[in-house]
């Protein structure tokens, strides 16, 4: 082709190009139908593939999940509908029948955490029992709590160890500190998310809706404490052990592609009991309660225990506290 | 030398020695008294002594008070503890022993008791001595001499663990009741969780039901012994930890090296 | 409107209209995107777990490839500025080509963050109004704003221009030049923010630092327009289109200026990082020295540096620069080095160590590496597609100037006509 000048059009024979009449040459029919044959074929397969696994009850469930609103959106029926799907997706994923509820938060209460490091001996029990209460997947082993062992006088976590193994806590010259989900003030993980899939409630628990999440995990890159985990993939547990009460914000089943995090055991502390890693650590070391009430155990150890919070340089206001005494 | 008057002696004599030997038996008199009558000490019943203390106590001046809003060990939110007095396995005590012979001999016990360990106090105190009630062994006693029920021995430890018993009756310290197993209650192991028993779960809302110290302390050796922890974390599936080398030296290892310790 | 489907129809034909080494071109990328395309159905299948990817190190060879696309989607700013401000009309001729490669690497930049996504079907939770948009609060919200915004920007403008051209008249300046004010300020925009999705979480503290923007910015300057240089010689030599060499010569210049930025940039860095040892200087270590063993970046860093500065040795020196093959081996050097400097030395590090101090390795799988090569195998189909219509436009060559009938019609309805 020889060269146009752009500002003209004209060649340097100073002819203009031929007026475009569309014809279509037969070479590229062929062409063109070639690659329409392609990419029917392929399509083709896909779908006859797709058909051999069909189940019309999870196919409507799945629809209707793609197009769920937003927990604050929903109405009243169509919340019951989402946990109804819910309940139907349990009893086929795992053949248990799960209640999932949806307490509202309660009046006038605002949840508070303090851990006595003079008394975790780093027995790791709250971590078992935050998996048997909360559903988390076996598989690729979420654990919402993280226990680190430090050397006494050592503070600076680099230098700490979360996979110490215990053959018989607390192990000389080290101390023990469990993190999980601080339940910010400020989060800056509900800032970060861009579809508001994560939001703090009244009663101060940082929430996930799992049906609303993309899976963008910038929410795990802003928080300081690592307590954001997400589902690599399908999370696999066995029948057996699966906890049949559960809230839609919390431990109920929950898929892969989504974030979950600690919280505070909301099916549990909004029906007034104690979270399931409070209960089940052997030392004690563990207080829980509502802020708002002046008579509750972590008013008590907030006002007369030397109390501090992690990393509370960066402004987060962690509502979890640690103490020593 | 020979006598004037013939050989007696005149009643006058006698009559001069008076005002030193008068004077003298009085004082002796009067010194008798009270080492006579010194084997009745003053008594006061159990109730005076509870008035009275009452009385003293209300009119104290507080240098240091328990909670930071000044409240004392009276105005601690109401609690429940969890009676301890069905795990006894040995209770009643009076089963076996007699209130009245005590035997409050340092020993080594070799016909009951058997397998008892005693490391409670570094050696300051004996079984009689601060806990035990020898006059009635279905209860403890406290310093005081006031019988405590086994089921609030909380109030015998509170007088030296005061601390623990502050933090005991206002939250700081201690567990509720629930579904989870005190660390007595189970062998220390990586046991299976109870998530099954439901009705059993500690409430942080509501009436606060605590267990008592004997629950999670043995009284004889309460020290808590180390436990074998969970399993370590794993990494997400189908990904291996690689394992570095430690970072470094520890925080002391300067000041180690200066008094001849290891260099890590 | 005919004309726009005829606009469409001829660009359609001119596609399959190629010699057999444009064929052969097309076959190789359309096959590596088939590749990508089937590894991405495997990860559709079994989830993000088939990625190297974990909760230590959460953002991996995506967005890696992801953060230095919006740079060179940004990079077009550096023809328009020079064409439009400057009335530069040598550089105005190669405008097009460089707002095409802006599109290719905006397409580039959604596709990796949709494969990044654990549920790209719920991307409508992003729609304002049906869904729930987080704007402004979150600076995903924004990115997703400019990115959007400037993909509109780069194909609405190029479309006016071509399709004015295709219709045989020149583009009126009036109607597109607010919209390449706007898209200059807003190219600027994109790599900011995405500068600022790292540097607003105070939770990683290799990223919160303000002069992350300008690094940003300044290797994105470097090595878009060293792109562009070799893409512009490559369709000098296998197209009509022909290239003035001023025009290189411009481009290096500005590759050369923003790569001695880029690492002045770095060493100020450097001094901060490692003047005084403090915790939030771990991740440099880990990046620069290894930390407790781990050592896995160090010499994909040290290579990136090295590469930058043999670059920037041959592009400083006017007589090197000047020769074509020492210019493009410091662009290709540039473009790589820039990559891995951006890529590599930027995500990783910034989740090594976590925020509760582990260091844990990351190494991306065969799945991601091959979507991430599918992905930008469609994202150079692309940019073929687009010149391969752009260029008989501009040319000349494919043309639909109206004839005699339809220009008696256009008079009676009064239409200006060419």
């Given at each position: 082709?020889?060269?146009?000048?752009?500002?003209?059009?004209?060649?340097?024979?100073?002819?203009?190009?031929?007026?475009?009449?569309?014809?279509?040459?037969?070479?590229?029919?062929?062409?063109?139908?070639?690659?329409?044959?392609?990419?029917?074929?392929?399509?083709?397969?896909?779908?006859?593939?797709?058909?051999?696994?069909?189940?019309?009850?999870?196919?409507?469930?799945?629809?209707?999940?793609?197009?769920?609103?937003?927990?604050?959106?929903?109405?009243?029926?169509?919340?019951?509908?989402?946990?109804?799907?819910?309940?139907?997706?349990?009893?086929?994923?795992?053949?248990?029948?799960?209640?999932?509820?949806?307490?509202?938060?309660?009046?006038?209460?605002?949840?508070?955490?303090a851990?006595s490091?003079s008394r975790?001996?780093?027995?790791?029990?709250?971590?078992?029992?935050?998996?048997?209460?909360?559903?988390?997947?076996?598989?690729?082993?979420?654990?919402?709590?993280?226990?680190?062992?430090?050397?006494?006088?050592?503070?600076?976590?680099?230098?700490?160890?979360?996979?110490?193994?215990?053959?018989?806590?607390?192990?000389?010259?080290?101390?023990?500190?469990?993190?999980?989900?601080?339940?910010?003030?400020?989060?800056?993980?509900?800032?970060?998310?861009?579809?508001?899939?994560?939001?703090?409630?009244?009663?101060?628990?940082?929430?996930?809706?799992?049906?609303?999440?993309?899976?963008?995990?910038?929410?795990?890159?802003?928080?300081?404490?690592?307590?954001?985990?997400?589902?690599?993939?399908?999370?696999?547990?066995?029948?057996?052990?699966?906890?049949?009460?559960?809230?839609?914000?919390?431990?109920?089943?929950?898929?892969?592609?989504?974030?979950?995090?600690?919280?505070?055991?909301?099916?549990?502390?909004?029906?007034?009991?104690q979270?399931?890693?409070l209960?089940?650590c052997?030392t004690g070391a563990r207080i829980f309660g509502?802020?708002?009430?002046?008579n509750s155990d972590i008013r008590y150890v907030?006002e007369n225990k030397?109390?501090?919070?992690?990393?509370?340089?960066?402004?987060?206001?962690?509502?979890?506290?640690?103490f020593?005494d | 030398?020979?006598?004037?008057?013939?050989?007696?002696?005149?009643?006058?004599?006698?009559?001069?020695?008076?005002?030193?030997?008068?004077?003298?038996?009085?004082?002796?008199?009067?010194?008798?008294?009270?080492?006579?009558?010194?084997?009745?000490?003053?008594?006061?019943?159990?109730?005076?002594?509870?008035?009275?203390?009452?009385?003293?106590?209300?009119?104290?001046?507080?240098?240091?008070?328990v909670t930071?809003?000044?409240q004392t060990l009276s105005q601690a939110p109401p609690f429940k503890v969890v009676p301890r007095?069905?795990?006894?396995?040995?209770?009643?005590?009076?089963?076996?022993?007699?209130?009245?012979?005590?035997?409050?001999?340092?020993?080594?016990?070799?016909?009951?008791?058997?397998?008892?360990?005693?490391?409670?106090?570094?050696?300051?105190?004996?079984?009689?001595?601060?806990?035990?009630?020898?006059?009635?062994?279905?209860?403890l006693?406290s310093?005081?001499?006031?019988?405590i029920d086994?089921n609030q021995a909380y109030i015998l430890c509170g007088q030296c663990h005061f601390q623990q018993a502050e933090d005991f009756a206002f939250g700081g310290h201690g567990r509720r009741a629930g579904?989870?197993?005190a660390p007595r209650?189970?062998?220390?192991?990586?046991?299976?969780?109870?998530?099954?028993?439901?009705?059993?779960?500690a409430?942080w809302?509501?009436e606060r039901v605590l267990l008592s110290c004997p629950a999670c302390h043995?009284a004889?050796?309460p020290?808590i012994?180390?436990?074998?922890?969970?399993?370590?974390?794993?990494?997400?599936?189908?990904?291996?930890?690689?394992?570095?080398?430690?970072?470094?030296?520890?925080?002391?290892?300067?000041?180690?090296?200066?008094?001849?310790?290891?260099?890590? | 409107?005919?004309?726009?489907?005829?606009?469409?129809?001829?660009?359609?034909?001119?596609?399959?209209?190629?010699?057999?080494?444009?064929?052969?071109?097309?076959?190789?990328?359309?096959?590596?995107?088939?590749?990508?395309?089937?590894?991405?159905?495997?990860?559709?299948?079994?989830?993000?777990?088939?990625?190297?990817?974990?909760?230590?190190?959460?953002?991996?060879?995506?967005?890696?490839?992801?953060?230095?696309?919006?740079?060179?989607?940004?990079?077009?700013?550096?023809?328009?500025?020079?064409?439009?401000?400057?009335?530069?009309?040598?550089?105005?001729?190669?405008?097009?080509?460089?707002?095409?490669?802006?599109?290719?690497?905006?397409?580039?930049?959604?596709?990796?963050?949709?494969?990044?996504?654990?549920?790209?079907?719920?991307?409508?939770?992003?729609?304002?109004?049906?869904?729930?948009?987080?704007?402004?609060?979150?600076?995903?919200?924004?990115?997703?704003?400019?990115?959007?915004?400037?993909?509109?920007?780069?194909?609405?403008?190029?479309?006016?221009?071509?399709?004015?051209?295709?219709?045989?008249?020149?583009?009126?300046?009036?109607?597109?030049?607010?919209?390449?004010?706007?898209?200059?300020?807003?190219?600027?925009?994109?790599?900011?923010?995405?500068?600022?999705?790292?540097?607003?979480?105070?939770?990683?503290?290799?990223?919160?630092?303000?002069?992350?923007?300008?690094?940003?910015?300044?290797?994105?300057?470097?090595?878009?327009?060293?792109?562009?240089?070799?893409?512009?010689?490559?369709?000098?030599?296998?197209?009509?289109?022909?290239?003035?060499?001023?025009?290189?010569?411009?481009?290096?210049?500005?590759?050369?200026?923003?790569?001695?930025?880029?690492?002045?940039?770095?060493?100020?860095?450097?001094?901060?990082?490692?003047?005084?040892?403090?915790?939030?200087?771990?991740?440099?270590?880990?990046?620069?020295?290894?930390?407790?063993?781990?050592?896995?970046?160090?010499?994909?860093?040290?290579?990136?540096?090295?590469?930058?500065?043999?670059?920037?040795?041959?592009?400083?020196?006017?007589?090197?620069?000047?020769?074509?093959?020492?210019?493009?081996?410091?662009?290709?050097?540039?473009?790589?080095?820039?990559?891995?400097?951006?890529?590599?030395?930027?995500?990783?590090?910034?989740?090594?160590?976590?925020?509760?101090?582990?260091?844990?390795?990351?190494?991306?799988?065969?799945?991601?590496?091959?979507?991430?090569?599918?992905?930008?195998?469609?994202?150079?189909?692309?940019?073929?597609?687009?010149?391969?219509?752009?260029?008989?436009?501009?040319?000349?060559?494919?043309?639909?100037?109206?004839?005699?009938?339809?220009?008696?019609?256009?008079?009676?309805?009064?239409?200006?006509?060419?």
């Amino acid at each position: 082709m020889s060269a146009r000048n752009p500002g003209t059009g004209k060649d340097e024979a100073g002819a203009e190009p031929a007026r475009g009449r569309s014809s279509l040459s037969r070479r590229g029919l062929l062409r063109g139908a070639g690659w329409l044959g392609a990419v029917a074929a392929l399509f083709g397969g896909g779908t006859a593939l797709a058909r051999q696994a069909v189940d019309t009850a999870a196919v409507s469930d799945s629809v209707a999940d793609l197009f769920q609103k937003h927990y604050k959106k929903m109405s009243r029926e169509e919340m019951q509908e989402a946990i109804a799907r819910i309940e139907r997706r349990a009893k086929r994923d795992f053949d248990v029948a799960i209640h999932v509820g949806n307490e509202p938060p309660l009046e006038n209460v605002v949840f508070g955490y303090a851990i006595s490091l003079s008394r975790c001996k780093g027995t790791r029990r709250c971590v078992e029992a935050c998996m048997a209460e909360n559903n988390t997947s076996r598989d690729s082993q979420i654990q919402y709590i993280r226990v680190l062992e430090l050397d006494h006088g050592e503070t600076n976590l680099t230098n700490a160890d979360p996979y110490y193994d215990g053959e018989n806590v607390p192990r000389k010259g080290k101390w023990y500190i469990p993190i999980q989900c601080q339940q910010c003030e400020n989060p800056p993980c509900v800032k970060a998310c861009p579809v508001q899939a994560t939001w703090k409630e009244p009663d101060g628990i940082t929430v996930i809706d799992y049906n609303w999440c993309i899976g963008c995990r910038y929410c795990q890159a802003a928080c300081p404490y690592w307590a954001r985990h997400f589902n690599w993939n399908d999370p696999k547990l066995p029948a057996d052990e699966v906890n049949v009460d559960t809230h839609y914000l919390g431990n109920r089943p929950r898929r892969r592609g989504v974030m979950e995090k600690c919280t505070f055991c909301i099916q549990r502390t909004r029906k007034g009991r104690q979270p399931a890693c409070l209960e089940a650590c052997p030392t004690g070391a563990r207080i829980f309660g509502n802020l708002l009430d002046p008579n509750s155990d972590i008013r008590y150890v907030l006002e007369n225990k030397t109390v501090y919070r992690l990393k509370e340089d960066l402004g987060t206001e962690p509502k979890f506290w640690y103490f020593a005494d | 030398m020979q006598r004037m008057d013939g050989g007696r002696r005149p009643l006058s004599r006698y009559l001069a020695a008076l005002p030193v030997a008068l004077p003298l038996m009085l004082a002796v008199a009067f010194a008798a008294v009270p080492l006579l009558a010194a084997d009745k000490p003053p008594t006061q019943s159990p109730e005076e002594a509870e008035s009275v203390l009452k009385q003293i106590m209300a009119k104290r001046f507080v240098v240091r008070g328990v909670t930071a809003r000044g409240q004392t060990l009276s105005q601690a939110p109401p609690f429940k503890v969890v009676p301890r007095i069905p795990s006894l396995t040995k209770y009643p005590c009076t089963n076996c022993h007699d209130n009245s012979f005590v035997d409050s001999r340092v020993r080594v016990l070799k016909e009951e008791h058997t397998d008892l360990v005693f490391e409670h106090g570094g050696g300051r105190f004996w079984c009689y001595d601060a806990c035990h009630n020898g006059k009635d062994m279905d209860h403890l006693v406290s310093l005081r001499g006031t019988p405590i029920d086994y089921n609030q021995a909380y109030i015998l430890c509170g007088q030296c663990h005061f601390q623990q018993a502050e933090d005991f009756a206002f939250g700081g310290h201690g567990r509720r009741a629930g579904a989870w197993p005190a660390p007595r209650d189970v062998p220390p192991t990586a046991e299976h969780l109870l998530v099954k028993e439901r009705g059993k779960i500690a409430h942080w809302k509501g009436e606060r039901v605590l267990l008592s110290c004997p629950a999670c302390h043995n009284a004889h050796a309460p020290a808590i012994r180390p436990f074998q922890a969970s399993p370590v974390p794993e990494v997400r599936s189908g990904l291996k930890r690689a394992p570095g080398e430690p970072e470094g030296a520890g925080p002391f290892s300067e000041w180690e090296a200066f008094s001849g310790g290891k260099k890590r | 409107m005919g004309a726009i489907f005829r606009f469409f129809w001829d660009a359609l034909r001119t596609i399959f209209r190629g010699g057999p080494l444009y064929w052969l071109w097309l076959l190789v990328l359309i096959a590596l995107v088939a590749i990508g395309a089937l590894h991405y159905r495997e990860q559709w299948e079994h989830g993000l777990i088939v990625t190297g990817m974990s909760d230590q190190v959460s953002w991996g060879a995506y967005i890696a490839n992801f953060t230095f696309l919006v740079g060179v989607a940004a990079a077009a700013v550096m023809l328009v500025i020079p064409a439009y401000i400057f009335d530069r009309n040598d550089v105005r001729e190669v405008v097009l080509i460089g707002e095409g490669v802006a599109v290719a690497a905006v397409v580039m930049c959604m596709l990796f963050v949709t494969v990044d996504l654990g549920h790209p079907e719920r991307f409508w939770h992003l729609l304002p109004y049906i869904g729930v948009f987080n704007f402004p609060q979150s600076m995903l919200a924004w990115d997703v704003v400019v990115l959007t915004g400037y993909l509109f920007l780069n194909l609405s403008i190029p479309f006016y221009i071509l399709f004015t051209r295709y219709r045989g008249r020149e583009p009126d300046l009036r109607i597109y030049y607010p919209g390449v004010l706007i898209s200059i300020a807003w190219a600027i925009s994109i790599h900011t923010v995405t500068a600022f999705l790292f540097s607003s979480n105070v939770s990683r503290p290799f990223w919160d630092t303000a002069v992350l923007a300008p690094r940003f910015l300044a290797s994105a300057f470097t090595s878009g327009p060293a792109l562009i240089v070799l893409a512009l010689q490559v369709i000098d030599r296998f197209t009509a289109f022909k290239v003035r060499d001023e025009v290189i010569a411009f481009l290096a210049i500005v590759v050369t200026v923003a790569l001695q930025v880029n690492l002045f940039l770095l060493g100020v860095e450097f001094f901060t990082e490692f003047y005084f040892a403090s915790e939030h200087t771990a991740y440099a270590r880990f990046l620069f020295f290894g930390l407790a063993g781990h050592r896995a970046l160090v010499p994909w860093i040290w290579t990136a540096i090295a590469f930058n500065l043999i670059a920037v040795s041959i592009l400083s020196v006017h007589p090197l620069r000047r020769r074509r093959t020492l210019l493009n081996a410091a662009c290709a050097l540039t473009v790589v080095g820039v990559w891995v400097e951006k890529g590599v030395g930027l995500i990783i590090p910034g989740f090594t160590p976590t925020p509760l101090g582990e260091v844990f390795d990351y190494v991306p799988t065969r799945v991601e590496i091959l979507v991430s090569i599918g992905i930008w195998a469609f994202g150079f189909l692309v940019f073929t597609l687009l010149a391969k219509v752009a260029i008989p436009i501009e040319t000349g060559a494919v043309t639909h100037a109206l004839d005699d009938a339809e220009r008696r019609k256009a008079a009676q309805a009064g239409r200006v006509t060419a």
